[in-house]
């Protein structure tokens, strides 16, 4: 690690304690590409002059053990500090309405054997999940219904590791109890609209605003 980027994680990660939500990627909310890379930042971060700062910035925070990562905002990855855990936690096992309301059938095959088996990865999903199981657990990734984390596989491509949130909870040394659902969306709405104000942004959680 060079004497650069661990000063740009520092920088990031304070900013992240600060506001309990940071983005990875957005034009407009706090992110880590652009706290890296600065405000003049425009289109990818992938091949901008940073582009290895802020991987490696964004490999340190993935694991780091304050730090959830997830599509939580405008369902782009943001990073959640622990202190935000709780809501996120009574949210995801909460199961409201919102979140299985017009399930497709192969989501909830997926989200029955989830929470049989506790952990499955992408890469070794049968059809019977759907044409393309990727898609149906992204479906329940951004409904909140599980956690799900991006690795390589041994042959180097990109798979995810899909985990009930009890099963992320023990992973993770989480011990928080579910709380009100409604409390805790209260919580991350306000703030969103906190961030939102403060950087004229648009970002928007997953559940229909007026719940």
Same mark, same amino acid.
């Not at 782009?76 to 935000?84: C, D, M, P």
């Not at 199961?95 to 952990?119: A, F, M, P, V």
């Not at 009100?180 to 004229?200: G, M």
């Given at each position: 690690?060079?004497?650069?980027?661990?000063?740009? $994680?520092?920088?990031?990660?304070?900013?992240?304690? /600060?506001?309990?939500?940071?983005?990875?990627?957005?034009?407009?909310? &706090?992110?880590? #590409? %652009?706290? *890296?890379?600065?405000?003049?930042? %425009?289109?990818?971060?992938? *091949?901008?002059?940073?582009?290895?700062?802020? $991987?490696?910035?964004? =490999?340190?925070? =993935?694991? !780091?053990?304050? *730090?959830?990562?997830?599509?939580?905002?405008?369902?782009?990855?943001? $990073?959640?500090?622990?202190?935000?855990?709780?809501?996120?936690?009574?949210?995801?096992?909460? %199961?409201?309405?919102?979140?299985?309301?017009?399930?497709?059938?192969?989501?909830?095959?997926?989200?029955? +054997?989830?929470? +049989?088996?506790?952990?499955? @990865?992408?890469? /070794?999903?049968? /059809?019977?999940?759907? @044409?393309?199981?990727?898609? +149906?657990?992204?479906?329940?990734?951004?409904?909140?219904?599980?956690?799900? =984390? @991006? *690795? !390589?596989?041994? #042959?180097?491509?990109?798979?995810?590791?899909?985990?009930?949130?009890?099963?992320?909870? /023990?992973?993770?040394?989480?011990?928080?109890?579910?709380?009100?659902?409604?409390?805790?969306?209260? $919580?991350? =709405?306000?703030?969103?609209?906190?961030?939102?104000?403060?950087?004229?942004?648009?970002? %928007?959680? &997953?559940?229909?605003?007026?719940?």
């Amino acid at each position: 690690m060079t004497a650069n980027v661990r000063r740009q $994680f520092d920088k990031v990660f304070l900013q992240l304690e /600060k506001l309990g939500l940071l983005l990875l990627s957005d034009s407009l909310l &706090p992110s880590v #590409s %652009r706290l *890296v890379a600065g405000d003049g930042l %425009r289109g990818s971060w992938w *091949v901008h002059e940073q582009a290895h700062t802020i $991987f490696a910035v964004t =490999e340190m925070l =993935e694991d !780091h053990p304050d *730090v959830l990562v997830m599509r939580l905002i405008s369902g782009k990855v943001t $990073f959640v500090h622990r202190e935000l855990w709780g809501p996120v936690y009574s949210i995801g096992v909460a %199961r409201e309405d919102w979140q299985l309301k017009n399930l497709s059938q192969g989501g909830k095959l997926l989200l029955k +054997t989830l929470d +049989t088996e506790g952990t499955l @990865q992408t890469n /070794k999903l049968s /059809k019977s999940f759907g @044409q393309k199981p990727g898609e +149906t657990a992204r479906e329940l990734e951004l409904r909140l219904l599980i956690h799900a =984390e @991006q *690795v !390589h596989t041994e #042959s180097g491509a990109h798979a995810k590791v899909l985990e009930t949130w009890d099963a992320w909870a /023990k992973c993770a040394g989480f011990r928080g109890r579910a709380k009100s659902p409604s409390a805790a969306r209260h $919580f991350l =709405e306000q703030q969103l609209a906190e961030i939102n104000k403060n950087h004229n942004g648009q970002g %928007r959680l &997953p559940w229909p605003p007026r719940l």
